[in-house]
């Protein structure tokens, strides 16, 4: 997925760029989505002739999106017509906000748009991150005339099974996004009213405070005020069974994988993104068969649009190598090649490319983070042809073995506290935020991005699971997780050899509770030993996942 010489480098800027702004893009039922058209450009005025689109669409406000990411005016300085849209019901787009659903229908209306402009020789690609990830998908789940390739960066594949809900409970992210995003967002019928817009912008209650008092009723909270983001909000937080809700192509795209039109799609996953899973479903899903050019390329990263120009997730660094030099030549090499036509030498690369995490040093680097180390390697599917796929039993004292124990029955049992859960301690996490208030000194929120708007409840990534200031439920002394009653630890004596663990983990658990309805959540730990850097040792947080049990024998119940 990367130029393997200088020749298979993407081209340069040749073009200046120009911008119309907030052009009103109507859609099947009337309401007018706010876009902003940039093309290339000689002396200032627009090329005239025809050529490859590029569609972004956010909830995240356009202009906000370009002037920290800049891909639009990159993309159209080498010769692509970009369309930056606002999805409905955010910043200068109408309409009401509503999680996902509108991004299938709103999409493929748009790109009818674009095709029917002077300016488009018919072909459209797209791209985007998260939500925007999303909005490809969803559009591409209708098969739109013109869509020829996208690349979506970090995003669903079942919201039911992961990314929205995970193994029946709900990512509680998502409710933290309904109370963020409805304070960031300056859409003028949300916020005509001048009580609503003070509310929301004073940072209280936090969405932290809410957790403490979960769950949330109608009319209780703050986003009473904001009526589409609390029905939506409620909406998730108690639809709990798989039904139609469930299976809508905006939030379900697996569930429509063969409808999509046969063109190249290129993944971009993370290690310790919020969705790992559904990029290696969508990676085997929609490759299946051969119909399509697909690729995925998968680092040691976190959620977000940059975060795979870093070399770090968390308190864990991977050396310099685990940062991709530039995330826009990537795509442009993507584009260039499906788009233009450009042998530019994709075409012999494999269509998997990893980064295994693991081999470091175990130091702490200058900037204080655990030096796990990691190299990149190509394959050709997931899981790998060559995995040996090896079970692992829990033992009664707190052993992880391959031979299954000898004692005829044996059992671990614990109490809980439901109004004291576990602490997460990074992993898989985004958008778990509360909102600020306004910067002093700014009295309009549309003055203020969201960086400036929002602070991390949880922090994503790679961390020793020790509690810690900084983290949602952690309270002092700040004890390792693994030390409460409520915590079961199994764990395998030193390994002799390296030992490298890629592939799909699934764990069997054979349970009793007295608890009406519970949950039961597995993590995989990576356990340094203690050393001159970490006098204490280090366990690092691999991966994890949740399961409520009532839906042990299916998701529908």
Request: aromatic share 10%; with cysteine; hydrophobic share 35%.
């Amino acid at each position: 997925m990367k130029p393997r010489d200088p020749a298979a480098r993407p081209s340069t800027a040749h073009f200046d760029v120009h911008l119309t702004e907030n052009v009103p893009v109507a859609m099947r039922d009337g309401v007018r989505l706010a876009t902003d058209i940039y093309r290339p450009a000689r002396d200032g005025r627009p090329l005239t002739d025809r050529r490859p689109v590029l569609l972004h669409r956010t909830p995240y406000n356009k202009t906000e999106t370009e002037a920290t990411m800049g891909q639009c005016r990159y993309f159209a300085a080498r010769g692509y017509v970009v369309v930056n849209q606002d999805c409905r019901g955010c910043f200068g787009s109408e309409g009401d906000v509503n999680f996902l659903i509108p991004e299938a229908e709103d999409g493929a209306d748009t790109i009818a748009w674009i095709r029917a402009q002077p300016w488009c020789d018919g072909t459209v690609g797209a791209f985007g991150t998260s939500w925007s990830g999303w909005t490809q998908t969803a559009m591409a789940a209708l098969a739109p005339a013109g869509l020829a390739t996208m690349v979506p960066n970090m995003s669903g594949a079942d919201g039911h099974e992961s990314s929205v809900r995970h193994g029946g409970a709900l990512e509680l992210r998502f409710l933290a996004w309904a109370f963020w995003h409805s304070a960031y967002n300056t859409q003028a019928a949300l916020t005509a009213p001048p009580h609503v817009q003070a509310a929301l912008n004073q940072g209280a209650p936090r969405f932290s405070d809410w957790l403490e008092r979960m769950p949330i009723r109608p009319g209780q909270t703050q986003l009473a005020l904001v009526p589409p983001y609390e029905k939506w909000a409620l909406e998730i937080l108690t639809r709990a069974d798989y039904d139609d809700y469930w299976k809508h192509p905006s939030v379900n795209p697996r569930a429509h994988w063969d409808r999509f039109p046969d063109m190249p799609i290129l993944l971009v996953g993370g290690w310790y993104d919020s969705y790992t899973r559904a990029t290696f479903q969508n990676f085997v899903g929609l490759g299946a068969g051969g119909r399509r050019p697909v690729r995925a390329l998968v680092g040691p990263w976190t959620h977000g649009g940059r975060t795979m120009e870093v070399s770090y997730a968390g308190d864990v660094e991977f050396g310099r190598e685990a940062a991709l030099p530039s995330f826009d030549e990537l795509h442009l090499r993507w584009f260039d090649r499906w788009l233009r036509g450009v042998d530019n030498g994709l075409d012999a690369e494999a269509p998997l490319r990893l980064f295994v995490m693991g081999g470091g040093s175990g130091r702490r680097s200058g900037a204080g983070r655990l030096v796990h180390g990691g190299r990149w390697r190509d394959e050709h599917e997931w899981p790998l042809a060559r995995t040996r796929f090896t079970p692992f039993y829990l033992h009664g004292d707190g052993s992880l073995k391959t031979d299954p124990p000898r004692e005829e029955s044996s059992a671990t049992t614990y109490r809980f506290d439901p109004a004291r859960p576990v602490p997460s301690i990074g992993g898989n996490v985004s958008s778990l935020r509360d909102v600020l208030p306004l910067p002093p000194g700014i009295a309009d929120p549309s003055y203020a991005g969201r960086g400036e708007r929002t602070t991390d409840i949880m922090r994503p990534g790679g961390f020793d699971q020790r509690e810690a200031p900084g983290f949602h439920g952690c309270r002092p002394p700040y004890l390792p997780l693994g030390s409460r009653p409520d915590v079961l630890v199994f764990q395998t004596e030193p390994l002799r050899e390296p030992t490298e663990v890629t592939g799909p983990i699934e764990v069997h658990l054979w349970v009793a509770t007295s608890a009406v309805d519970t949950d039961f959540t597995a993590k995989l730990i990576d356990v340094y030993p203690p050393s001159a850097w970490y006098p204490q040792g280090y366990a690092l947080n691999l991966t994890d996942s949740i399961a409520r049990l009532r839906y042990r024998n299916g998701r529908e119940r």
